[in-house]
């Protein structure tokens, strides 16, 4: 049975840093990423990375967040620094089988897995 799950949010003073970590079981895969949800809002795209290690970020977190995986322990992680009172949100753990090369996948139903999510709160 597959399950991702993640940990590592909380509550931050802006400028603070949180690291999330996300460990799958079940199996491996070749794409994992990171979504986050508002009250109020859809679930975006934060970022990417494909099992060889290539990343891809939205805009709004380039420069200040930074995805990595390590495949020995079939886990992603997200460091998250600067962080901003906007990037509150219930942060989600993502996950898909096929490998991505033309675009890099950016929308939820390109992943197939998901964790329950992990609050991060930012605090003015």
């Known amino acids: 049975q597959v399950q991702l799950v993640e940990s590592g949010g909380g509550l931050v003073q802006a400028g603070g840093s949180l690291r999330l970590s996300c460990a799958a079981s079940?199996?491996?895969?070749?794409?994992m990423g990171w979504f986050r949800q508002a009250p109020g809002k859809e679930r975006e795209f934060v970022s990417t990375?494909?099992?060889?290690?290539?990343?891809y970020y939205a805009d709004s977190v380039k420069g200040r967040f930074t995805i990595s995986r390590d495949n020995t322990k079939n886990t992603v992680y997200l460091q998250m620094n600067s962080l901003k009172p906007e990037d509150t949100a219930v942060y989600f753990c993502a996950a898909a089988s096929r490998s991505y090369y033309s675009a890099p996948p950016t929308l939820p139903h390109q992943y197939e897995y998901w964790g329950q999510g992990t609050q991060v709160t930012v605090s003015s």
């Open positions: 079940g199996r491996s895969f070749s794409t």
């Open positions: 990375v494909r099992l060889t290690g290539g990343t």
